[in-house]
């Protein structure tokens, strides 16, 4: 299957600081990204889409000023966790799918960020 | 609105054992993609089956089965001869409208 990669897969920062976390798809051409939360033992939480050509989607409840997205590329985006604070601390995972209705998407390894 | 319910959040099965997850979901769509994922310690997300809603066959993948009740919006994953390495969270999810719809999980442990 398409291969997602997804770095860091842990990073700590202080508080404060901004963290940047990629997702690149690795042999085809991600035409939407989705970036999702996942705090222990739950599901995945949506947090942005991000298509070729426009600007990311957020969700409700979801500071587009404090998580930056970029789809740089079709093959490239990237999640900016700006000022971070200690209840940012979570589990984000990013997912790429490319064009055609009936390609599924597929999953990153996970960031793990930890605020200090 | 679109949802996704998984009523089982944990289930056991002994190795070698066989094994159904639950989920039902609700959309007004007719057109769509259901899909099991499974999420292991290592929190990588697995695609483990698909189906698509305009099939009536149920999709089969080695030792993964899934009966789609589209009328009944079911959609319940059978693990044959259930192993070690199947221990992991199961996520239920629907794709529509360009955006994915999970369920809350349901955590299977493989008894050896």
């Known amino acids: 299957g398409a291969v997602v990669s997804q770095h860091p897969s842990r990073v700590i920062c202080k508080s404060g600081t901004s963290v940047k976390i990629e997702c690149r798809s690795l042999?085809?051409?991600?035409?939407?990204m989705f970036w999702y939360r996942q705090f222990p033992k739950q599901s995945l939480m949506l947090m942005a889409t991000s298509n070729e050509g426009s600007k990311a989607t957020y969700e409700q409840g979801v500071e587009k000023d404090k998580f930056l997205i970029n789809h740089a590329s079709l093959t490239l985006s990237t999640l900016t966790v700006t000022s971070a604070h200690p209840e940012d601390s979570s589990f984000y995972i990013c997912?790429?799918?490319?064009?055609?209705?009936?390609?599924?998407?597929?999953f990153g390894q996970g960031t793990r960020l930890t605020v200090v | 609105a679109q949802t996704v319910t998984q009523s089982q959040p944990e289930m056991s099965v002994q190795e070698a054992e066989t094994v159904t997850l639950s989920c039902t979901y609700d959309?007004?769509?007719?057109?769509?993609?259901l899909f099991w994922y499974k999420q292991p310690p290592s929190r990588q997300m697995i695609l483990v089956i698909r189906?698509?809603?305009?099939?009536?066959q149920n999709a089969t993948e080695n030792r993964f089965s899934v009966n789609f009740q589209k009328a009944a919006k079911s959609f319940s994953l059978k693990i044959s001869d259930s192993q070690l390495g199947d221990t992991a969270m199961y996520f239920c999810?629907?794709?529509?409208?360009?955006?994915?719809?999970f369920g809350t999980g349901t955590s299977l442990t493989v008894i050896p």
């Open positions: 042999d085809f051409q991600a035409t939407t």
């Open positions: 997912s790429a799918r490319g064009r055609g209705t009936n390609t599924e998407a597929f």
């Open positions: 959309t007004s769509e007719s057109n769509y993609y």
């Open positions: 999810a629907f794709f529509v409208g360009n955006q994915f719809y």
């Open positions: 189906q698509e809603a305009y099939k009536q």
